[in-house]
């Protein structure tokens, strides 16, 4: 009979550390463009950029959901892999191969300046405000190159998250992960945008 193969459980434990790192700040990012988006909103808004916000905010808020679904069941998958611990729990048998982050050159961004960013608009926040956002009057111009620059990296990660191969126990997690890339909510995004009179796809400079 053929050696079960296996993995050493901190190499395991790193996998899934990336599956759900990938999923969280793609998460978070998407929930970061509302908090920040809102500081549009705040002085003169037309009813139309005030309908194009709640839509926006509405289609995130759907989308995000779907996130809570794909960590239940990558929990699932992760629990049938501990039931199968060996050699003192230091090795587990590898029942599949565990989708792998960046294996086709599709990484995630660098966490780092992603926190960064929420730190620097507001979004997570740090004992003496050391970026000054209590006291920061944010431009128009900053808030939409936050936006892009947010939006652009939920894609990023989605890319390097929905890239992996996800086979038989990973099969419904894959589902999951397909259909959050592929229904990112970037029209309502851009319509927001659009409703201040900015083209997404433009730099802009005013």
């Not at 978070?28 to 309908?51: M, N, P, W, Y």
């Not at 839509?55 to 998958?77: D, H, L, P, S």
Request: proline share 2%.
């Amino acid at each position: 009979m053929a050696k079960d193969k296996t993995i050493k459980t901190a190499t395991l434990k790193k996998r899934f550390e990336k599956l759900y790192h990938a999923a969280n700040y793609a998460e978070e990012c998407a929930k970061a463009i509302v908090f920040h988006a809102g500081r549009l909103t705040k002085d003169g808004q037309s009813a139309s950029q005030t309908e194009a916000f709640q839509r926006m905010a509405n289609a995130i808020g759907t989308w995000t959901g779907k996130f809570a679904r794909m960590g239940t069941e990558i929990q699932k998958v992760e629990s049938m892999y501990l039931d199968h611990l060996t050699n003192d729990n230091t090795e587990c048998k590898l029942i599949e191969q565990v989708p792998l982050i960046g294996k086709y050159g599709y990484v995630t961004p660098d966490a780092v300046q992603i926190e960064a960013k929420f730190f620097e608009i507001g979004y997570y926040e740090l004992e003496g405000d050391p970026y000054s956002v209590s006291t920061h009057v944010f431009s128009r111009n900053e808030v939409v190159a936050d936006i892009k620059y947010l939006n652009t990296n939920i894609i990023f990660f989605l890319k390097a998250l929905a890239n992996a191969e996800f086979h038989g126990i990973w099969s419904e997690v894959g589902n999951i992960a397909g259909d959050i890339y592929n229904t990112v909510p970037n029209t309502q995004i851009a319509d927001f945008l659009a409703a201040y009179g900015i083209d997404y796809n433009s730099d802009d400079k005013e």
